[in-house]
Structure formats: C-alpha cells, structure tokens
C-alpha cells in the first residue's frame, strides 16, 4: 500500500491557524491559467483519502466537495455526521493508522492520501507515509496548527524534485527511505 501526503504549508511551517482558518492559502485564480499546484494529477493517482475529523468537517464548509466520487475514510473516535449527498463515499473509521492501512488494502485500495496534521503526524509516527509532497506558500503566519509534531526517531527523506510557481509557491517531493531508531 503506497501513501501519500500531499499538502501546503506556510514557510514557517504551519498547516493552518490555531482556529484551523486556511484564509492565507492562495486559489488557483491567483495565477493565470488558474493553477492548481499538480493536485488534479495528483489526486488522480490515489484512489482513497484517509483524514482526520477536523480536516473532514472543514472540506464540508467548501462551496462545494472537493472530493468528487473518490472514496473517503474520516478518522475519529465519535460518531461522524455524512451528509446524504456524500453518503456513498464517505465513511467514518475508529482504528490506530496500521489497522487503517491493512483493513483498505484488504478492500482492495493501493495509493492512500493522507491528510490533516493529526492523521499525518500519527501515520508518520508509525513509519506507514511513503511520500511527502509540501508546498510552502510565502507567507509567515506566526503561530497555527504545525504539520510536523515531535517523532521518537529521525525520518529520513530522500529529495525526488522541486517546482517552483509564478506566485512564489515552491514545491518539494521527497520518498520516505527510512525511519532511524
């Protein structure tokens, strides 16, 4: 089972405000051509989301899903609200990140996406993230929620490419070789 994290962060590090707000995130009309930083190629590779509830119930507060048919599994030890209309996708899961990946392999699903700074801290904690691929956005917002925590041992990562964008985002992609006791 190959997983992946594919997610923007501000240089300082953070993944969203203390309140969760992503405000400072640029859309896709602010370059012309309306770019979007490789993530319909992206998510075209993967064939389920895995995320934490905060995460989920933000990408309920879109103008629209943003994650079209593609299959969906919320993390969270309470019970989560689906809405109807994204009733068919989505499912809610109580189970630590190892149980997470053997039960969708045993479904049948081989590229995960893995986002939410709780759900990527644990799945990186547990040595189950193959790929990173982190957009710095060039802004400084100071304090906020931090997509990397404390880990019991060094993560090594090998450097596969970096995109830079007219806007001044930058995006790397590394390969997850080895977690270093």
Known sequence: MKT??????????????????????????????????????????????VMGRNTYELAL????????????????????????????????????????????????????????GKTIQGFLREGLIQQLIITKVPIL?????PLFSSLPHDVKLHHLETRQFENGLVQSKYEVIGNAP
């Open 61 to 116: 507060s879109f103008d629209s899903w943003p994650y079209g048919a593609k299959a969906v599994f919320v993390l969270s030890s309470r019970k989560v609200d689906i809405p109807s209309d994204i009733a068919r996708t989505v499912e809610a899961l109580c189970a630590p990140p190892q149980e997470v990946v053997h039960r969708l392999s045993e479904r049948g699903f081989k590229h995960l996406y893995i986002d939410g």
């Open 141 to 145: 917002i100071g304090t906020g929620i």
């Open 4 to 49: 992946t994290v594919y997610i923007a962060t501000s240089i300082d590090g953070f993944i969203a405000r203390k309140n969760g707000d992503i405000d400072w995130l640029p859309s896709g009309e602010d370059v012309e051509g309306e770019e979007d930083y490789g993530y319909q190629e992206f998510i075209d590779s993967v064939d389920a989301l």
